[in-house]
């Protein structure tokens, strides 16, 4: 049985809600032209004003920090099963979840940071994160290698002293573009002749180290994501201390194991909210459009989408609620399957569902005039970040084989 929603989250539920029709929805052109000038001025990795506008409201409001699952300091937690809801409506505007200080992959690296940095990592970077003062980028994707598989990546993490130097090179290190990102969690190999598992180490690296390089910006479907953006970093001979090590040596696949559960069902929640919000979107057009005779809502075929598509979110939100529960109650690692069942389902379902949205809409569901096409590209995207679905399938059928004995 999934418990039901806490008082709390009901409050911030309608607080949410409430929020979004005062100062998102009506201000989602605005973002758009504000994006629209940057680019035109030939700087898109700029800070947007409207986001900075909203933070203080959204914090006066008391919708800040709602991702983390338990206290720190004066941030009071909140169950994954009492955030999906709210994740879910962040997943409804792609821009939004920033201005709750709610955004990947900065929720990513402050759970990180909450549960494996020292007492002066916390003090030094996790605070100024969670104050919404900087962001932070996760750099672990590399070009040579297939980064599917964490062991494979290759980034050095040599040992000098008292120092670290690191050499190697990352892309789609989310949230690197933005201006106000000031702090880098790489991951790299400090010893290739260790146990496969125990390789790899995380390191902090505040962006402005010597020898950091942002080389470009890698688009999406098109789509430069600016100005948080997917960039490719150059580590060349960059050195930091050895105290900028999370957890310790030979523990970065732990922390990657640790880090990447709650991110996955974060983007899952969003994927709700997405086809939400697609489904919304068809019903509404096809309403508006008249083919044949007949509006395009009375005809069969499109019955069939509409149906199919409240069938396949409700059981996609029921997966995630059930995935919720369990890393509360359980923890992370008890609900691996469960948050490998929903990995593969969310964005899968999302793409199906804005895909028929886009179909309702014609032509103008690949314009720029609709918000489809770009949570089309979102949606897909999602189904390779965090792990692609082929591996989170791989893990899940490992478990269920587990479950049975072999026999001869």
């Not at 000038?37 to 909203?54: H, M, N, T």
């Not at 008292?162 to 690197?176: E, P």
């Not at 125990?198 to 080389?215: E, F, I, N």
């Amino acid at each position: 049985m999934i418990p039901d929603y806490s008082e709390r989250s009901l409050l911030l539920q309608e607080k949410l809600k409430e929020f979004f029709a005062l100062h998102i929805y009506p201000n989602e052109a605005r973002y758009h032209a504000e994006m629209d000038a940057f680019r035109r001025s030939g700087d898109p990795w700029k800070v947007v004003p409207l986001i900075e506008a909203l933070k203080p409201l959204a914090r006066k409001a008391g919708l800040w920090n709602m991702f983390l699952p338990h206290r720190h300091k004066d941030q009071p937690g909140l169950s994954n099963l009492d955030y999906a809801p709210l994740c879910e409506t962040m997943g409804r505007v792609m821009w939004s979840a920033e201005v709750f200080n709610c955004s990947a992959p900065d929720t990513g690296n402050m759970e990180t940071l909450a549960l494996y940095a020292t007492s002066e990592q916390k003090d030094q970077w996790l605070d100024p994160l969670l104050a919404g003062q900087i962001r932070s980028a996760f750099l672990m994707t590399e070009p040579a290698v297939a980064s599917s598989d964490a062991t494979n990546i290759q980034c050095s993490i040599r040992r000098d002293g008292d120092s670290y130097v690191i050499n190697g090179r990352k892309w789609f290190s989310s949230g690197a573009g933005s201006p106000h990102c000031d702090i880098f969690i790489v991951m790299g190999k400090t010893d290739p002749e260790a146990p496969k598992h125990s390789q790899q180490s995380m390191v902090l690296v505040p962006r402005s180290t010597p020898g950091v390089k942002v080389l470009r910006h890698l688009s999406v479907f098109g789509y430069d994501d600016a100005p948080h953006g997917h960039m490719e970093v150059e580590l060349d001979n960059v050195r930091v201390p050895v105290s900028n090590v999370l957890l310790g040596e030979g523990r970065g696949f732990e922390i990657a194991q640790g880090r990447l559960g709650p991110g996955r069902i974060h983007h899952c929640m969003r994927s709700i909210g997405a086809a939400e919000r697609a489904l919304e979107m068809m019903c509404e057009r096809l309403r508006q459009r008249v083919a044949f005779g007949k509006p395009l809502s009375e005809q069969s075929i499109w019955h069939e989408r509409i149906a199919e598509s409240r069938c396949m979110i409700d059981q996609a939100r029921l997966l995630i609620l059930n995935a919720s529960n369990k890393m509360d109650v359980a923890g992370n690692k008890a609900a691996r399957a469960e948050i490998a069942m929903i990995k593969v389902v969310a964005p899968n379902m999302s793409c199906q569902v804005v895909d028929w949205a886009i179909q309702a809409h014609g032509a103008a569901g690949v314009s720029q005039d609709f918000w489809l096409a770009e949570a089309y590209a979102h949606q897909r995207t999602v189904r390779i970040v965090d792990g692609p679905d082929e591996v989170h399938r791989n893990a899940i059928a490992k478990l269920e084989l587990a479950k049975r004995p072999q026999t001869r």
